[in-house]
């Protein structure tokens, strides 16, 4: 839960994003701290170092096939995902080779006036803490899972019946599934047995981001309503709502496990309002 | 040691022993040379050396009876070598008295007591060193050994104090954790096992230990870690095994609680795996047996039923062997469990708590195979355990309230219950099922109360919300708060009567949609599959989401699912009846009309076709095309309204209204609304209806109606719809299909706007009616009319405001340039709105990327900027990657406004190629766009910028040919021959033809505004081709006319005025310099930011005609409108310039 000495400062103004020359799309962080990958509309993502922000590698992808990238909790691997083509591709680190692709299946057309029939728009992508898996968020709010190491197919979530926008494993269970989704909800999967085994209700207009705390007992996300809400996993419910956003907040996360100290409790939110916050909690 | 050495070290001590025989010291170390020589050698050798050392050493203590050193080493011979234990214990007793901190004689004193049995003496020992010395750290791991041995925890302040001399024993912090332990204080445990086994990773007590801590916390994936570790290490420990097994079985109850029942029966499986292998160990633990019991019996409550059959592949044969298969895995697991149980129960048939689990577990069997138990007052085996239970414990409350749940008779139940709440009249439990037993025997007011103080003792007991929430049709809850009620039950303890429940209530108070009450019906499909109305429910959540395939699945499984079960004939009627309703509808909305008229024959066929039944038949055989019975159907439907209930029978009226405007046409439906009684016309259904059929009635009949709904509705929302609606009457009502009177539309809704000023919709529909306009500030009125939403669009009119945005920009005709570099801007509104417009575009995007619209717009805005800014790098880079993902974008249907965006993305591209110095690109992407065009498309433009690729190329031929093409062609569009007329003057193409002027003409529309701006620019162009005729005079002419327009561009009043001047100045005469100085002034005056030259041309005509003061006021305003850095350098010389003017 939040201390009351709350802390929520604008860290810094960022740069308004002059989207006609770099479209901003995507940014992902290697677990190692020191790379980080970052994709725009222009459909390349550049690999680069974070301190001295020199380009290590340029990926290109097919026009309009980026907009979530995750690398797996290893390194070795940069997982791709977006687009009409309905795939999330793998990235080797070392080499900056694509390695592998994986196809969602498409559902079998039912009639032709159906929507989701025409193709899937995947949005969102998120690896397992043990990396076996990957879980991938597409427009039409199906969820599929793959066995990364067979690069299989495994099956789909159910449940959301708009786009997801982000999803999280939780990282003390490589079962659990928490996603974000247009439909206000937010939900908790059972990834290996397919079952949706909790929701969480409280946002009033999309959900656009989620992460899960070090610890796995909460989660907090980002919404179009401008609040970033922290939900207590195990009651189910909203502990706290912060409302200092202005825009809607595209992104929430908590400082990775490993840290001590005050710093180990720390959660960011970036909006739309062109601000990150930070937060601290016990 | 060598032996020279040794001899020379004897010598040596021997020689100082002989030199001062009474010093103690040279006896102690000739003493400890010998002991060394002794641990050093073997046998008697061994034994003659130590023999030796002891001698020097009994002198040394005797000459120094103060150190303790001797002594230590005289314990150490009386304990190993001359075993007299009583000596040794006397000397270690010696030392540690004058020292304490010796540890090792210490530990030697403990080790002799020890072994002997002296506890108590073993503990004044250590008590004393610790006492005399806070340094003694042996005496304090000894004595906090002993305490922990002899259970006196609170003691632990020894263990911590001991650690302080011993940090790495682990142990040591071991025993601290036991310590902890007792004490109840479970974290300080686990910190202290966790040192141990950081210390020494084969601790495997410490694992255990803090394993079973862990579960007792709930931390059962941790505990369950400690336990594998342990495994590791020791693979035969039972308690590893047990805690193991206990860990996985508290893990699935978790998963099992929160709905993952698949997840919690994998768990449940390997812990039986695992408590098997530890029985074998140790077969007669009775609590290993029922631990067993436990997971078979837990496992037989939440083993999911998984069906992966696809839609086609439900048949009764295929679903009856799943749902046998099924429950025969939970009766296995039940039995095993009962076996287990009694298995326990013969190792320890003192416990009384595994005769209720026995009785339970005949409970769970009776009712898995479904037993019809006879009526007898013979009392049946669970009732029996469990008064063997109560037997043994009378006061145990729970136990009765055991007894009251397996017991069949009402009398007993009520005692039992009765009895528990005197044993303890708090519990709640007791409370809820008396609450339950009240509502069966129809005592619902004692219900309600019971549940009530159920509820307030335990808020967290799942029993009391779902009774209090299945009394909803009482009247004392709302459906809403039955709801709310019943949802935290299901969610407490998610048992498929509760979530089936939910279900239903969700269906009465419209909360289908929720995720919560998915994800309940899904575990009860899993937990109750057998019964009919789980799979109805979970159809009816599939159709509310719009997954109808899902749905038809669902409701043929309950079909199946009602024909294995047992009802009686006319429960079985009814059910059967409802799901083949609801199956009807559900084929009937995946577009199975076929199917679904074949289900709606069935119902005709047993006689159960009612009202809403008959209004899905009628429509599915409109679909099939059958519009006679459809028809026949509808009537028969008009017939039976007045007899169902006012929801329903506006539903009924609405689709036969529907249907007989697609059937027989406009003219019947119209007579049959004003048939229908008024009543009904109110609703929003009904109201909606009517306005369109009045809007595409022509005679009106139907306005009157219309005017009554409108004044009965109490929803803005509503009320902005029907609006709208009326709107489009207005627009179709005096025009053909090809020309619809929207400037109509737009003045009603402006109107109405005055009324719903904060109604999005109504701004969205009349921007996108400005949109339509084609008037020349319409983008403007557009931006500033919608409100671009933050989140949610909620409805959205014709277009959504961000493509109203996306549309304004491009619509606009003025520059928005903010570099003055590149030229000036000559509208104030879209400067304003400009620069927003790409972010929000972006925005856009982001949002809803898979939006083709949203691409499409983004391009043709950066495209509208980059030829603003004359085509710069960066952006053309950025274009080229817009163009090349719009034109790969393969999601684009082959209908002809795909094909016609296909058209104009592929014109974007040639352009772009153009502007980049791809010539021959340019041509071919033109061609490209003439294939992909639509059979009604306006090629015009295609042909045009191939007439430009050619000019860039040089290749005059061929740029004739398309102008040729152009004029034969022909566009609706005047900026289109506005373009071609340049080129024909530039290009000098055709001469003497008045085609391009006879088409333009003929193709103005809109408003007179935009009607006198294109004229104004159809003759500016005329006034550029006569001056590359060098007559000016036409020119003139022909600009004074472009200039004779309200709200004329100023940019076009300063061609007028400079065209004058050059008359002027070619001394045509002098009215010239008087229109020059007329246009210029007007020029200045309208321009939104100061025009440079205007100013300077203005100046020179003041000049021309005498006034000196207006020359300088020019001249300096002339200096003022160019940016800073651009200024010429002939404005600082102003005599200079003047000088050469007149000149």
Known sequence: ?282 | MTSVAGDNLLNQLQEALASDPDNPSHHFNLGLFFWKKGEETVGEESKRYKEKSAEHFVASAKLNPSDGASFRFLGYYYSTTSVDEQRAAKCYQRAVNLSPEDFEAGEGLCDLLDGSGKESLEMAVCREASDKSPRAFWAFRRLGYLQVHQRNGWRQYKLQHAIRGYPACADLWEALGLSYQRLGMFTAAIKSYGRAIELEDSKVFSLIESGNILLMLGSFRKGIEQFRSALKIAPQNASAHFGLASGLLGLSKECASSGAFGWGASLLEEASEVVKAGTHLCGNVYSAWKLHGDIQSAYAKCFPWDDKRTCDEINEGSFKISINNWKKTCLFAANDAKRSYQRALHLAPWHANIYTDVAITLDLIDSSEEKETPETDVWQIPERMSMGSLLLEGVNCESWVILSCLSKDPALKQHALIRGLQLDASLSIAWAYLGKMYRNLGERQLAGQAFDRARSIDPSLALPWAGMSADFHEGTLSTSEAYESCLRAAQILPVAEFQMGLGKLAVLSGHLLSPQVFGAIRQAVQRAPCCPESHNLNGLVCEARSDYQSAIAAYRLAQCALKIGCYSKDVLRCHQADVSINLARALCQADYAMDAARECEHLEKDDLLDSSALQIYAVALWKLGNRDLAFTLAKKMAKIVSTMKPRCAVAALGLVCSLVYCISGLNPSATFLQKIPTEFLHSTKMSFIVATINALDQSSRLEMLLQSSLQTFASHESVAELHSIICMSKIMGHGSEQNLEIHRGVDYLKKVLHMYPDSNLIRNYLSSLLLSTGDWMASHKATECTVIPSGYPVKTGLKSPFEINGIAGVACYSSCVTSPKLSFPTCKDQLMFGSLRVHQLQKWLHQEPWSGEAHYLLLLNVLQKAREEKFPQNLCVTLKRLVSVAISRDTCNDNDLCKHLKFLTLLSASELSLQCGDYLGCGSLADNALEVLPPHGDPFFAHLQLCRAYVAQGDMEKVKDEYLNCLRVKTAHPIGWIILKYFESKFKLQKDSNMIDINFRSNLYGSQCSRNMWTAIFNLVSGQSYIWDQDFHSAEKALALACSFRDVDSCLLLCHGAICMELARQRAGSEFLQHAVTSLKKAQETSPFPLPIVSALLAQAEASLGARAKWEKNLRFEWFSWPPEMRPAELLFPNALAFQFWA
């Open chain 1, 1 to 282: 839960m939040f201390t009351s000495d709350v802390f929520v400062s604008t860290v810094c103004a960022l740069e308004p994003l002059d989207l006609s020359t770099r479209p901003y799309d995507c940014v992902a962080a290697h677990p190692a701290g020191a790379l980080a990958a970052s994709a725009s509309l222009d459909s390349f993502i550049r690999v680069f170092d974070v301190e001295s922000n020199s380009t290590i590698a340029t990926l290109e992808a097919p026009p309009s096939e980026v907009w979530n990238m995750q690398f797996d909790p290893k390194g070795t691997l940069l997982a791709v995902a977006g687009g009409g083509s309905a795939s999330v591709k793998l990235w080797d680190t070392s080499s900056w080779q694509l390695v592998s692709t994986l196809a969602v299946p498409r559902p079998e057309p039912t009639k032709p006036s159906d929507r989701s029939a025409s193709g899937k728009f995947v949005l969102s992508v998120a690896w397992s803490p043990d990396g076996k898996r990957l879980a991938c968020g597409s427009m039409d709010g199906t969820i599929a899972v793959f066995d990364v190491p067979r690069s299989k197919f495994l099956h789909h979530l159910e449940g959301h019946y708009m786009p997801v926008r982000s999803m999280v494993y939780s990282p003390v269970d490589p079962r659990i599934l928490f996603t974000a989704c247009d439909d206000t909800h937010v939900h908790l999967y059972d990834a290996e047995g397919k079952s949706l085994v909790g929701a969480m209700s409280g946002h009033v207009s999309w959900v656009l981001s989620i992460d899960a705390s070090p610890d796995g007992a909460a989660v907090a996300t980002g919404s179009s309503d401008r609040t970033v809400r922290l939900w207590d996993v195990g009651m189910r419910a909203s502990m706290q709502t912060m409302t200092n956003h202005t825009d809607q907040v595209w992104g929430v996360a908590f400082r990775p496990p490993g840290g001590t100290g005050i710093r180990a409790g720390r959660l960011a939110s970036v909006s739309d309002d062109k601000s990150i916050s930070l937060y601290d909690y016990s």
